[in-house]
């Protein structure tokens, strides 16, 4: 089973809203990352956890928030967004951070009105 | 730095036609190689990987990659296009050291025509 399941699939927030976008892999692995699509462009990383730490923070404002409650979950705190948040957000796993292939969950639509 | 060239956004083929996507890596260190296909309001799902060993990789729904370090080169090849194929491509790589993370093309959209 190569699954990573996120929830909701579609998300529309006031930029005053607090939300939260939930990932789940049962695969074993031991990295678990959250990307950022917009329409047209690859996706865009964003956090790291590797052994349920963060390792990597590619200079995301606060407003985002991520937490790792446990080596099959990952999810991703939203406040106070701007329009410009608007985007597919994408969580992956893989085996091990930076080695071997990322398996993607279908992403969360996220529209910040 | 290592990058991921995909050369043409957008590749448009006739149906039952040869699907050819090109991408060029720059890696100073052995790379892992991969393509993903993203449909439509979709997440992206791995077509192949390549690690170590035989440079031709096969991947699923027909699609085959060829790895060539003389030409830094991993294209994608599908011997005949199927409408369901039309989608976004993305090649990605990281290096076999890991010391760097997974770094994605800028992608390049398939169309088929019937």
């Known amino acids: 089973d190569t699954e990573v399941t996120q929830t909701p699939k579609h998300l529309v927030m006031g930029m005053t809203n607090k939300k939260s976008l939930k990932c789940e892999q049962h695969m074993g692995h031991r990295a678990m990352y959250w990307y950022k699509q917009k329409a047209k462009k690859p996706p865009e990383l964003m956090f790291v956890y590797s052994y349920e730490k963060l390792s990597i923070n590619e200079s995301v404002p606060s407003r985002f928030s991520p937490e790792c409650p446990n080596s099959s979950l990952l999810n991703l705190h939203l406040h106070a967004l701007q329009p410009e948040d608007s985007a597919l957000y994408l969580c992956a796993s893989s085996q091990d951070y930076r080695l071997g292939e990322q398996y993607f969950g279908p992403g969360t639509r996220l529209t910040v009105t | 730095a290592q990058s991921v060239t995909q050369l043409g956004s957008h590749v448009s083929v006739s149906e039952g036609a040869l699907v050819l996507l090109r991408c060029n890596y720059s890696?100073?260190?052995?790379?892992?190689l991969f393509w993903y296909v993203q449909y439509p309001n979709q997440g992206l799902q791995l077509l192949l990987k390549y690690t170590t060993g035989a440079t031709l990789v096969k991947g699923i729904n027909g699609f085959e990659a060829e790895f060539k370090k003389s030409e830094t080169s991993f294209h994608l090849t599908k011997p005949s296009a199927h409408m369901s194929d039309a989608a976004e491509y993305f090649c990605?790589?990281?290096?076999?050291?890991?010391?760097?993370?997974?770094?994605f093309g800028k992608g390049t959209r398939l169309s088929v025509i019937a």
């Open positions: 890696s100073s260190v052995p790379p892992y």
């Open positions: 990605a790589v990281i290096t076999a050291s890991g010391n760097t993370p997974l770094v």
